[in-house]
């Protein structure tokens, strides 16, 4: 069964850093692409970065020049550094991964279980 499990959310001052990782488990075949989404109440998901096999990634206008995703493929995990933090940032952040599992043929979406990162003023 794939599984990813997230770590690294928290409290943080405006202006400071976290940074945010999330495992994927299981019988894997290929990812295809690892991400993080964030949600406050309210408000619907929304995409914050992704990042392809290839390396290419994707950034949210609102992140751009802050924050930084990248992966580590040995491990299958993805992370992601958060620079000069804002109260707008404050949400919950899932981790999401489309990937092929062992002897299926197609690919699915999973979803980690959301971590809490404030940011305080």
């Known amino acids: 069964q794939v599984q990813l499990v997230e770590s690294g959310g928290g409290l943080v001052q405006a202006g400071g850093s976290l940074r945010l990782s999330c495992a994927a488990s299981?019988?894997?075949?290929?990812?295809?692409?690892m991400g993080w989404y964030r949600q406050t109440p309210g408000k619907q998901r929304e995409l914050v970065a992704t990042?392809?096999?290839?390396?290419?990634?994707t950034y949210a206008d609102s992140v751009k020049g802050r924050f930084t995703i990248s992966r580590d493929g040995a491990k299958n995990t993805v992370y992601l550094q958060m620079n000069s933090l804002k109260p707008e940032d404050t949400a919950v952040y899932y981790c999401?991964?489309?990937?092929?599992?062992?002897?299926?043929?197609?690919?699915?979406?999973?979803w980690g279980q959301g971590t809490q990162v404030t940011v305080s003023s």
């Open positions: 999401n991964a489309d990937l092929k599992r062992e002897y299926s043929e197609s690919s699915s979406v999973y």
């Open positions: 299981g019988r894997i075949f290929r990812i295809n692409v």
């Open positions: 990042i392809i096999s290839g390396g290419t990634t």
